[in-house]
């Protein structure tokens, strides 16, 4: 199985590697939709703080959700999706690949430049601690829920914003626990709970999140 | 319609298989054996279900009914493993734009578990012909370039006994219709079997290509 | 001496009725008796509900829109539940009737989760002064609304059948497993933050005789439920099968539906 998950991932980075404006564009969209949140908001700093973590989830979830479409479709198109689904391991790998190369690619970089936006928010050190912390369980979650919505509506013509209104409900659980965790420390509380929950939740996600995107892709192959 | 009695060692078989496209079925009652050492031309019509037969006997598509054996054992029960002994290749060659030619093909064995050393890749590309080809980006190359870079995977594939594929010879010029010429029959040789569509006439020599119509043997 | 017998009626199996010719005779007959039974149910439990049921101490006669509000919400949950069974039963066994089920089914569950969050702003309006509040029960009943829109407008938006029925039927086995946590993490959220206060579980203490009204009004949406899931399946059938011989006797007028 390993062999499958390992040629799909340094291949799939490789590509983005090649193509490394396009690969930037996720985090490029975050930080944009962000600013604009002051701008509708108002300047008024409290307001900002409080709002903050609400925000960037959501923005971290649009981020996910835009750049995850194409997770597939251009394996499609040439018929690579063909050629790894003849592979002979479980397709539950190649799943788990681009579940995790969505991750690197999108996930990972938004944890990195998270800490900035607390500047650009006033966000208090523990709070923009708890904020990375929530973002580093939640975002591979984003990413597990994000491949089997791709999965589903390959090909579709209306595919992103079909993609957008299939996964976003599923994803409100991370979005509040992840969220909430920061209200928690800013209110000088543990967030211990809510962690546990995320870790939880990233657990159950990634038992049954790439199954089901396999399922999927030969749903949608067939 | 009596089937050909199929050999003991039949490398695939079908069991009054039948295929559909939306809800009507688009072939039943197919008997189908593929033996050692043979190269069988899947012929018909347009939209007779060339290309949906060979993606359920490669394990794309479920069908409408009946089985598919490999070696004996039905292929929907098995794991995945027994795809180790096939080799598909469709209309589309499956290479990367952002690749080169031996980036794409290492990839494309490395799903088939094969982990070939760069002196092999650039002996299969040299095969068909594209070696010169082989740092160039997969975005670069002609329509014709590309489908020998594909069929090159076959030089790597020798010995897996079972080959599908699905108008290889499109977009071939008559060299490179006689490498592909070769490679099949040194597969053939080896006693692998190959099923294939082509809407040219054949002209492969060694072994005579065995013909399968779906018109005639498609229907009960 | 041979004389002809009467070839044996087939016994009456479970699956007798997964054939669409016989299912769509079986609901044809059974429709009217639902709609008179969703229209006797629904006058009883209104009745009971508005007239009969006690004033409440605290919130006058407001509250009585939860005789609607309720129902609705329990029925929303149950039809998802029961769409995601019958599209996964579709799925496992190849059973395009039971497919056809489900796909009838989410327009409902969905008018259900509407009429709920619906109500429940009209309780919001005179108890809170404000159209709608996020009270856990109702954010959940709106994420739920969601997920009924997600699996229509997916099987919707793929032209393949075969496809559709199994892509939503994934879709809804994957939305059934994530309801409860949905539930549980939108409860959470709820107590967590500084509105805790506002929550329909200050419902007036259930004197008997609302709990029999609610409980006559679910019965009643259940039956509804029933009969316009019927229709719609009805047809679908007849549009999915309009190929097949009894669908043209029945057009043409020779066959009894």
Known sequence: ?222 | ?220 | MNTPTKPPTAPLRLYTFAAPSRFYALTGALLPWLWAITLLLTAAGLYMGFFVAPTDATQGDAYRIIFIHVPAAWMTMLLYMVLAFWACIGWAFNARLASMLARAIAPTGAMFAFLALWTGAFWGRPTWGAWWVWDARLTSTLILFFLYLGYIALVNAIDDVRRADQAGALLALVGSINVPIIYFSVKWWNTLHQGATISFKQAPTMAATMLIAMLIMTFAFWAYAFAVVFMRVRAVVLEREAHTAWVDELTKGTRTP
């Open chain 2, 1 to 220: 319609m009596t089937p050909p009695p199929a050999g003991r060692s039949a490398v695939l078989e079908t069991v009054d298989l039948a295929g559909q496209r939306g809800e009507r079925a688009l072939f039943e009652h197919l008997a189908l054996a593929l033996e050692p050492g043979t190269v069988t031309w899947l012929r018909g019509r347009n939209g007779r279900g060339k290309t949906s037969l060979l993606r359920v006997l490669a394990g794309l598509a479920t069908p409408m009914a009946g089985e598919v054996l490999v070696h004996g054992q039905p292929q929907r029960r098995a794991d995945p493993s027994w795809r180790t002994d096939l080799v598909y290749i469709g209309h589309q060659n499956a290479l990367k734009d952002d690749l080169n030619s031996s980036e794409a093909l290492a990839f494309l064995m490395q799903l088939g578990s094969v982990k070939p050393e760069p002196a092999q890749i650039d002996a299969a590309l040299e095969r068909l012909g594209v070696l010169h080809c082989r740092r160039a980006l997969v975005r670069t190359l002609s329509q014709g370039q590309r489908r020998r870079v594909a069929l090159a995977r076959l030089a790597l594939s020798l010995d897996k006994p079972l080959w599908l594929l699905d108008e290889p010879f499109d977009a071939l010029d008559v060299d490179g219709i006689h490498a592909l010429n070769a490679l099949l029959a040194e597969h053939a040789a080896r006693g692998g079997a190959t099923l294939l569509t082509s809407h040219q006439a054949l002209s492969l020599a060694e072994p005579v290509p065995r013909i399968f119509d779906l018109d005639r043997h498609g229907h009960a």
């Open chain 1, 1 to 222: 199985m390993t062999e499958l998950f390992v040629a799909v991932l340094v291949r799939d980075l490789r590509l983005a590697s090649r193509r490394r404006i396009d690969a930037l564009l996720p985090l490029v969209f975050f930080i944009v939709a962000l600013s604009l949140f002051p701008l509708g908001v108002g300047p008024e700093a409290q307001t900002l703080r409080q709002i903050a973590p609400g925000i960037v989830w959501v923005c971290a979830l649009l981020a996910s959700m835009l750049s995850v479409n194409q997770l597939f479709a251009g394996d499609l198109a040439d018929g690579s999706l063909e050629q790894m689904l003849l592979a002979p391991q479980p397709a539950v790998a190649l799943a788990a690949a681009k579940s995790v190369v969505h991750w690197l690619l999108t996930g990972l970089p938004l944890i990195l430049v998270t800490p900035l936006v607390g500047v650009l928010f006033d966000l208090s050190a523990p709070a923009l601690g708890a904020l990375v912390f929530g973002l580093v369980l939640g975002t591979p979650v984003l990413s597990l829920l994000g491949a089997l919505g791709a999965a589903l509506t390959l090909g579709l013509r209306s595919g992103g914003m079909l993609l957008i209104l299939i996964v976003l409900p599923l994803a409100t659980p991370a979005l509040i626990f992840g969220a909430g965790a920061v209200g928690t420390v800013e209110a000088g509380l543990s967030a211990s709970g809510h962690f546990s929950l995320l870790g939880a939740l990233l657990i159950a996600t990634a038992i049954g999140a790439p199954w089901a995107t396999a399922a999927a892709l030969r749903i949608s192959t067939e």
